[in-house]
């Protein structure tokens, strides 16, 4: 029994007793981490002072800078208005000037039908001219799949009387027939009249010819074939 509690004695290691040491190392730890805290803030503080820089001198140049930046911006931005409104004076005298030639394309039409009206009423063969379909002029349209139209209307007599009745335009293609109004299809004249419009043709039709009829009110109907010639 001696024996064994000598020998687990005899296993102990004998350190020395310093109350101190413990106390001592904690307070050599603390001191560290409030050296390192310190140590950080003031790192971060002059790296944001280099990073932000806020001498005065640094301040006034970037107002300036700011200023010249807003400057520049509403120079860019008046420019931009006046390039706006030259651009909608343009505009509206381009239009203006589009509805000008219009009107004269249309006085130069009417003209060249009264010339021609002359020609037949000056012609032997007047007396048995009778109502005719002169003339169909098809254009394109600035709207796609539309198409404008002028039809000339005559009737070439010495003593001729005003003559009405109704029209209609039959667009004939790939064995297919569509019926498009031509103004409120209805005419009436003494001499001669000119129907224009705007024709919208259905998608994928593609046309071939025009057959134009006209249904007076007394006599026989009267009809033209046209190919379908648009001019650009």
């Known amino acids: 029994m001696f024996r064994r509690e000598r020998e687990r004695l005899q296993k102990l290691v004998l350190v020395p007793y310093r109350p101190f040491r413990n106390l001592s190392?904690?307070?050599?730890?603390?001191?560290?981490?409030?050296?390192?805290?310190?140590?950080g803030l003031y790192a971060g503080s002059r790296?944001?002072?280099s990073v932000v820089g806020a001498t005065p001198d640094e301040v006034q140049r970037l107002r300036q800078t700011v200023r010249m930046y807003a400057e520049q911006s509403q120079s860019i931005r008046d420019?931009?208005?006046?390039?706006?409104?030259?651009?909608?004076i343009v505009?509206?005298?381009?239009?203006k000037l589009r509805q000008e030639n219009m009107s004269l394309l249309e006085n130069i039409a009417t003209l060249e039908d009264q010339v021609a009206l002359y020609k037949k009423l000056l012609s032997p063969r007047t007396a048995a001219a009778g109502l005719s379909v002169d003339r169909l002029d098809l254009r394109l349209a600035n709207n796609a799949g539309r198409?404008?139209?002028?039809l000339l209307l005559t009737q070439a007599s010495s003593n001729?009387?005003?003559?009405?009745?109704?029209?209609?335009?039959?667009i004939i293609g790939g064995g297919q027939s569509v019926v498009l109004p031509v103004g409120d299809n209805r005419f009436g004249f003494q001499y001669f009249q000119s129907l224009t419009g705007e024709w919208q043709l259905p998608a994928g039709f593609r046309p071939e010819r025009v057959d134009i009829v006209l249904k007076p009110g007394k006599g026989a109907s009267v009809q033209k074939s046209f190919r379908w010639e648009v001019q650009n």
């Open 147 to 150: 198409v404008t139209y002028r």
């Open 47 to 49: 790296y944001n002072s």
């Open 79 to 88: 420019e931009a208005a006046v390039a706006h409104h030259d651009r909608e």
């Open 25 to 39: 190392l904690g307070i050599g730890g603390v001191i560290l981490i409030i050296a390192a805290a310190l140590g």
């Open 91 to 95: 505009l509206a005298a381009t239009e």
């Open 160 to 170: 001729a009387v005003e003559i009405t009745g109704a029209v209609e335009a039959r």
